[in-house]
């Protein structure tokens, strides 16, 4: 993959057609993995579990975040995209329940599609560990079906859920879940960065029931939150929880050389400043990376786009393979969507147009290329999505094709500001009645 994507690099440099419209071109250099042995502590059936998995080193980040919480301390994760943050929260949790087979822990995640993504790969390490009586880990919500929920209740040791239900189906039951309260250790909140605004205040209210709750029952949870990039990590976390927390923000996954371009469409009218339009420009760059099996995420910002840039990929598509190429978007079905992200992993899927709703950690193995069809409204949101693009150090490729909304068209002109700019802040205020 390394080659093929020089190969269409410097093709499009000697392209008059392309590269008079890239307005600016970054290479971040390659970075290697800064690696720390498995902890002395950890338990041994765990270590042998994740060595029969590849995993043979922890990342900086990684090993730290597993002493930050055996020490007792909430912690939050800031790293990348696909840096490994997930096995922050899943190695002092399985420890622990390793350790207490009684303990229970909860996990909440933004949105259903996420959770079911990391039940997944919760059960694989915990199917090895059988013997170990934690391998309960199930989903309790919308979705759930109300003949097993009881059954769910009173057998899971870790239960996967997101706010809505938390707030609608399991806080004003809290009788039910008695037994799980009382030996509730951890509280695991993934994507904080979503929790902003509004919704995030709400979700900050909802964590104060959560509390109020395990008081009521004896118990006192730890908090492991993660996050992709924003500018007030430790501000957000401690009023979502309102505890302290420690950061862990040296993230020590590797990455290869990433190469960041804008894009300006070319004028099609000069006096009045129409451009060609950035889906059907941005459907040609990704059209011709996958033509060169690159695989390819194209992210759009309204559904009727994902659709459009479905249609003009599939149409130039000449192995004539619909499934070669992918939307993804809310409104497709659970098995439909789970049937992509494994097409995605497997690599039989080489591109997938998609909203936002693949910005998050979904697993979707290592993409190549990354097309941002318009600005996705936030500094933090364009690396995000940019960053799915990169497998450990193989080189990766992120296109930013301007729309001719002003906003786009001010970065276009003024890259650096974009490139100088860091993060936003996630801001809540959860006391504004």
């Not at 590797?254 to 459907?283: A, C």
């Amino acid at each position: 993959m390394t080659a093929k994507i020089k190969t269409i690099l410097n093709r499009w440099r000697s392209q008059p057609n392309i590269a008079e419209n890239v307005v600016e071109w970054r290479v971040l250099a390659p970075k290697p993995a800064d690696e720390y042995p498995f902890p002395a502590d950890l338990s041994p059936s765990l270590v042998s579990q994740l060595q029969a998995q590849g995993i043979t080193t922890l990342y900086q980040h990684q090993a730290l975040a597993y002493k930050k919480v055996r020490d007792g301390e909430n912690i939050a994760i800031v790293s990348g995209t696909a840096s490994g943050k997930t096995l922050c929260y899943n190695l002092p949790v399985i420890d622990s329940l390793l350790k207490q087979p009684q303990g229970t822990a909860l996990y909440l995640f933004p949105t259903k599609a996420l959770a079911q993504d990391q039940l997944s790969h919760l059960r694989e390490t915990l199917s090895q560990l059988s013997d170990s009586g934690i391998n309960r880990a199930n989903i309790y919500d919308g979705d759930t079906p109300q003949h097993v929920r009881s059954t769910l209740r009173r057998e899971s040791a870790i239960i996967f859920t997101n706010p809505d239900m938390l707030h609608a189906g399991i806080l004003p039951h809290h009788t039910a879940w008695k037994d799980f309260f009382n030996a509730l250790c951890f509280i695991v909140v993934d994507e904080m960065h979503a929790y902003r605004g509004v919704f995030g205040s709400h979700v900050a209210n909802v964590i104060r029931r959560l509390k109020r709750v395990c008081r009521f029952y004896g118990s006192q949870p730890q908090f492991i939150l993660t996050s992709a990039t924003i500018a007030n990590p430790q501000a957000l976390a401690q009023r979502l929880v309102e505890k302290p927390v420690t950061i862990i923000d040296r993230d020590g996954s590797p990455h290869g050389e990433r190469h960041f371009m804008i894009y300006n469409p070319p004028l099609v009218d000069k006096k009045l400043g129409i451009r060609q339009s950035s889906l059907l420009e941005g459907s040609l760059l990704a059209g011709e990376l996958i033509d060169e099996d690159i695989q390819t995420i194209v992210f759009g910002r309204t559904r009727r786009g994902i659709e459009l840039i479905l249609t003009y990929l599939r149409q130039r598509d000449m192995h004539g393979n619909p499934n070669r190429v992918r939307g993804y978007r809310s409104g497709y079905l659970p098995k439909e969507r789970r049937s992509i992200e494994e097409g995605l992993r497997q690599g039989v899927v080489k591109g997938v147009v998609a909203t936002n709703a693949l910005e998050l950690g979904i697993d979707i193995g290592g993409i190549d290329a990354a097309v941002l069809i318009g600005y996705p409204g936030s500094i933090a949101a364009t690396t995000q999505q940019a960053g799915r693009a990169g497998r450990k150090l193989a080189p990766s490729l992120s296109i930013l094709v301007a729309s001719p909304n002003a906003m786009d068209q001010y970065l276009a002109r003024h890259p650096d500001y974009f490139f100088g700019r860091a993060p936003e802040q996630a801001l809540i205020e959860p006391n504004n009645l």
